[in-house]
């Protein structure tokens, strides 16, 4: 069996023990190293190169987001997955914003944080289901372009590339997927915004949720 290698990025020890616990006891994962800053997060990262890292926002040294930009940019096949305490979405604009694929709330079951390993690893993108909520109705005051049938004007190229932005792959990774320059992609990014009225990563995760293209 593949196991599914995860890192840990919590600067709470007792915390990380249970974390630990919890997905070792899971025959298809395994937790291959912890950090306790998000210094040591990135530096771990690009030594083990763990499928995903599980990364608290509140981190010393190096604040979550901050690290999941870098993880993302000089680890393209780790995904990151935020766990945290905060509810409020500039927190989950943020982390989006820095190329995070998963945003789950610290009192979730802990079921919820594996459907969410596995999710993730697989390509998509996972959002707790309380701010899901959230993340629509933000979207839903967006005005957007419609066409004749109530759909927005989006070719099918420009829905194949919202698609792989919301699930949290960089243009440079969309661009090789697609056998596109990462230049392309922007343009195809820029088009789509633009058709939909929309301004920001963010607000394509909330397109994407509301069309049923993420898993939730």
Known sequence: MTRLRVLLAEDHAIVREGLRALLEAQPDLEVVGEAADG???????????????????????LNGAR?????????????????TIHEDKGYLRQLIQAGASGYLLKRAASHDLIHALHAVAAGGTYLDPTLAGDVLVGF?????????????????????????????????????QLDLSSKTVETYKARSLEKLGLSSRSDLVGY?????WLDV
């Open 140 to 176: 839903a005051g967006k005005p957007a372009g419609r066409g004749p049938g109530g759909e927005a004007e989006l070719s099918e190229r420009e829905a194949e590339v919202v698609r792989l932005i919301a699930r949290g792959f960089s243009n440079k990774e969309i661009a090789a």
């Open 67 to 83: 690290a999941t930009e870098a993880i993302r940019r000089d680890c393209p096949g780790t995904r990151v997955i935020a766990l």
């Open 39 to 61: 210094r040591e997060a990135l530096d771990a990262a690009k030594e083990l190169g763990p499928d995903v890292v599980v990364m608290d926002i509140s981190m010393p040294v």
């Open 208 to 212: 994407a949720v509301q069309r049923g």
